[in-house]
């Protein structure tokens, strides 16, 4: 079966991407990743992070992916040693000049080159693959049928990792500039403002207080944000292409969203082992699963030719809103840690890794015993009578009542 590999941006996130069924999970320390903004993680945390990935059977790969400069290279191969000492299952890095160096340094970890390093050819993976690496982590740029191509011509020990849900970037596999000009942050460095989802205006020299703004019409698209990935309805394709490993983006994602898009590729992939028929029988219902967390209007990437729409997306929508997190059970009460507002009498749903379970909010107390009508203050704990069992870690979910239809792939 192909591996699930989720983003783990922090402890929360990690916990929810194993409790939701990843196979693994990928995360960074607080310095040469290319998620600085994360929250990550330090040695302490790290140690903590490995026990529950490992007590769960799972592996955790460490983002090592900067692109570093000369006096940053000696850091980087000790930060790998400890780590590998530690007990990560592999290092994700993406420069050459860094892969080499760790390669001599620290000769048992194993390698799997990012897909910052734009591999698009079976030459490049065997070049790498006879430095040392055991995964080619691909370029996005390529299609299904390449990828079959490139699969055969490579040996058996090297694996296949590709993206198959999550943000997209405009530029190659990610190698971007337009945060270093526009922002002065370095998105080779970890640090990417996203500039490409900023809105854009365009100024004529000789009317300065005439902004037009740029926009998509019959001719095409003039702004730069690009629609999001998502291959839930291809993934008998990507195993026939000879994809080991499917990998959801999103190390600056929530707890929540880490936890309702693994759901749903973990039920996909199970289904699809079992029986393809039940896989594709299931889809419309995933698919809509998939669309409660947020999420920009989404297509298929590069996989099958040129993106279509190539860019345009707008900003985040999503069908549901986090409503809270389940600290444990209290009697027959959820103990929850509201995250948005909801009311007495709304419907939410319960989301654990055993599956959905909606309900009618009958009562809310406060931990003192009051009774409230609504609740709206996050981080706030207040009790909820059910007539079922919950765990930590489970989510609890409403409408959302902002939400405007988008186009899905």
């Not at 996130?13 to 040469?32: E, I």
């Not at 994700?92 to 390093?117: C, K, M, N, W």
């Not at 103990?335 to 749903?349: I, Q, S």
Request: charged share 25%; proline share 4%; aromatic share 8%.
């Amino acid at each position: 079966m192909m591996e699930l590999l989720a983003p783990a941006g922090g402890m929360e996130q990690l916990k929810a991407a194993v409790r939701f069924g990843a196979d693994a999970v990928y995360g960074g320390l607080n310095r040469f990743g290319l998620r600085a903004s994360a929250g990550n993680f330090d040695w302490e945390e790290l140690d903590e992070a490995l026990r529950i990935v490992h007590q769960a059977g799972k592996r955790f790969y460490l983002t090592l992916n900067i692109l570093p400069y000369d006096d940053e290279l000696d850091d980087l191969a000790n930060d790998a040693q400890r780590a590998y000492e530690a007990g990560v299952d592999a290092a994700i890095v993406s420069d050459l000049g860094a892969f080499s160096v760790l390669r001599r340094r620290v000769p048992e970890l194993a390698l799997h080159v990012s897909t910052q390093a734009n591999v698009m050819n079976a030459a490049a993976a065997r070049v790498f693959a006879d430095l040392g690496a055991r995964r080619i982590v691909l370029s996005r740029e390529l299609s299904l049928d390449r990828i079959a191509a490139l699969r055969k011509q490579l040996p058996d020990g090297i694996q296949l990792e590709a993206f198959v849900h999550g943000a997209m970037c405009m530029a190659h596999s990610g190698r971007c500039m337009l945060s270093d000009h526009l922002a002065g942050r370095g998105g080779n460095r970890g640090a990417c403002a996203q500039p490409c989802r900023w809105e854009f205006t365009v100024l004529e020299a000789k009317r300065p207080e005439e902004p037009m703004p740029v926009i998509e019409d019959e001719r095409g698209t003039y702004i730069f944000s690009a629609y999001d990935l998502n291959m839930l309805a291809h993934l008998p394709e990507m195993r026939d292409a000879g994809i080991e490993s499917l990998k959801i983006e999103g190390r600056m994602k929530t707890a929540y969203y880490v936890a309702g898009v693994t759901h749903v590729y973990r039920q996909a992939l199970d289904l699809l082992y079992e029986e393809e028929a039940a896989y594709r029988a299931a889809l419309p219902d995933l698919q809509r699963e998939i669309r409660k967390v947020s999420h920009r209007a989404s297509n298929t990437g590069f996989y099958f030719g040129k993106p279509e729409p190539s860019s345009g997306a707008e900003g985040f929508s999503q069908t549901m809103e986090f409503s809270g997190q389940v600290l444990g059970m209290r009697e027959e009460r959820l103990l929850v840690a509201v995250k948005n507002r909801f009311h007495v009498g709304d419907t939410l749903e319960l989301l654990s890794p055993k599956g959905v379970c909606p309900f009618t909010v009958q009562k809310i107390f406060d931990e003192e015993g009051n009774s409230l009508d609504f609740v709206s203050v996050a981080g706030r704990r207040v009790l909820i009578p059910v007539d079922f069992t919950a765990e930590a870690g489970d989510f609890l979910r409403g409408p959302n009542r902002n939400h405007r239809m988008d186009t899905d792939a």
